[in-house]
């Protein structure tokens, strides 16, 4: 049974530009959550998504947009990027809004 | 949200246990108690959870003190696998409650 997925495992982009990243939840799992990890950080919650909408966002710009499709799978998008947006992107899939997450390697941004 | 205080860093031998501590003295009725640990490139996996009463699983032990403003993540027998940041998580069950807001965690070392 294959976990949670991410593409691309590495990224670089320059600033102004703008990135797909994307997920595939784990067998199952219909919630998909997205966070931020900045370097000696813990992740930091960006928004989360059930049955195709998003329900819940942190404190993050409306650069950051998300999407879920039918088949629970999701992507991250950002706009403009700017050279602090650089960080690894984890996703995380959960049964439900509340259940326990299960993690992806997550996907690792770097803008110059 | 409600915060969990957690040291910076701990050391341990590897065999021996290990007792993780967070302190959340602003724990409301409804959170619960979430430890996850992020290894090293790796994104973060559940440990275990718990509301009052002390908690085991396959993976470690949790213990929850009487007022609950306090718990103790136990590692019974520490090894070079568990070396890992281990973050101290509040969550309720409903509304906003459904993202994991993580701190800077304790960076757990095991030497041989």
């Known amino acids: 049974d294959a976990g949670v997925t991410q593409s691309p495992t590495h990224l670089i982009k320059t600033r102004g530009q703008q990135v797909t990243l994307r997920c595939s939840p784990k067998s199952g799992h219909d919630t998909v959550s997205w966070y931020q990890q900045a370097l000696g950080q813990g992740p930091q919650f960006i928004f989360q998504y059930y049955e195709e909408e998003e329900r819940q966002r942190g404190n993050f710009p409306d650069r950051f947009s998300g999407h879920q499709f039918p088949n629970y799978s999701s992507e991250l998008n950002v706009n403009a990027l700017l050279l602090g947006d650089s960080a690894l992107y984890l996703c995380a899939s959960s049964t439900g809004l509340y259940n326990e997450q299960f993690f992806g390697p997550g996907t690792r941004l770097t803008v110059l | 949200d409600a915060k969990t205080t957690q040291p910076n860093s701990m050391e341990s031998n590897e065999e021996e246990p290990v007792h993780l501590p967070c302190n959340h003295s602003t724990i409301s009725g409804t959170d619960y108690i979430h430890w996850y640990r992020q290894l090293p490139s790796q994104g973060p996996e559940y440990v275990i959870h718990?509301?009052?009463s002390n908690v085991n699983n396959r993976m470690a032990s949790l213990a929850i003190a009487e007022d609950r403003k306090s718990s103790t993540l136990i590692l019974h027998r520490a090894t070079l696998r568990d070396a890992a940041v281990y973050y101290c998580i509040l969550r309720g069950n409903t509304g906003t409650a459904s993202k994991l807001t993580f701190g800077t965690g304790t960076r757990l070392q095991v030497t041989l």
């Open positions: 718990g509301l009052t």
